[in-house]
């Protein structure tokens, strides 16, 4: 009998590139462990420089705090609705609640998985007609894939509403030749363990209009008003990222690149191992449309398809997961108003996310494969 356990694969584990202990040692050896320093302007100059389109970056702790800046920013406050991709990580919503404000979920469509202009525009007629005009949209490119983002943004800027941009899955991904992370009037970053890149926590606001940036700094870091001791006219939070952290960023940057093309690998990968199974999809890269491919995703026929697969693999040790459970299915939620076409309901039956780790190696691939086909057939 054998009684060595496999080797266990993660869904997506942090993948250090090798410069990072330098960054930090650096930090050490200069005394640089208070919370600004050196460090964290480099990761803001390395993340302006690799989006482009003249954004400015506030490194912050994570990608939730960074929400709910960016919400607070945009003028979000007690009393307000926020339209919200419903299919998503918790923490795209969450964030309008620590501000008072009142989540209304949309729902998806099937080209890209993330929020559907339809449902949105739908949304925004009704809230207006019912008196309360949306304060914000809160858009996900979910798993890497960027959203409808022309049809998105020309409704936001035809009834007048800011887009906060969630591209905490998608950095390194582009609509039509453009990077995410540039397209809201804010948008925001994670450097989350699991996340392509990682700081082990941490996260970013982006915006093209400096002011945000300023302000987010600010507000970050307990709007502390410009006087020799400590003065205070608005309310403030701990939101900054340290030195420490940003190091560890400065070198993960460094290999940002080449972890998107191994996160690529994998899908293609996938791709062409699961060919033979006409039961299951991998989602789809419309044109025009480049993923990161932060996770691979497949559709398959069936809940219980899509559990036998997830079981299996569990069996041998090996991570999957369902689709994010849409926020209007969420227990927490379920007093939200939400404008629904049925297609995050059935994503989320059917959908699974594959290991996708830039460190996975060829060989972890094929037992995927492996055993996904002696399921499937
Ligand atoms: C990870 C994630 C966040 C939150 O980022 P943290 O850094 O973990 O706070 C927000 N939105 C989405 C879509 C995410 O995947």
Known sequence: MNIVESKKIWLSSPHMGGTEQQYVKE????????????NVDGFENDIANYLGEGTHVAALSSGTASLHLGLQLLGVSTGDEVLCQSMTFAASANPITYLGATPVFI??????WNICPEQLEIAIKDRI??????????????????????????????????????????????????NCGTFGDISILSFNGNKIITTSGGGALVSKT?????????????????????EHTEIGHNYRMSNILAGIGRGQMEVLDKHVSLRRRNYEFYQQHLLECSDLQLQQAPEGYFSNRWLS???TQSFTQREAIRAALAAENIESRPLWKPMHLQPVFADCDAYLNGVSNDLFERGLCLPSGSNLEEEDLFRITSIIKKIVG
């Open 27 to 38: 930090a050490f050896d200069t005394n640089w462990v208070a919370p600004l320093g050196p």
């Open 107 to 112: 729902d998806s469509e099937f080209l890209t």
């Open 129 to 178: 007609a019912k008196g309360k005009k949306p304060k914000a949209i809160v858009a996900v490119h979910l798993y890497g894939m960027p959203y409808q983002v022309t049809a998105i943004h020309d409704i936001a800027t035809r009834y007048e509403i800011p887009v906060l941009e969630d591209s905490a899955e998608s950095l390194g991904s582009t609509y039509k030749g453009v």
């Open 210 to 230: 400096e002011a945000y940036r300023n302000k987010a700094i600010f507000l970050a870091t307990q709007a502390r008003d410009n006087a020799p001791h400590y």
């Open 297 to 299: 995703c497949i559709e």
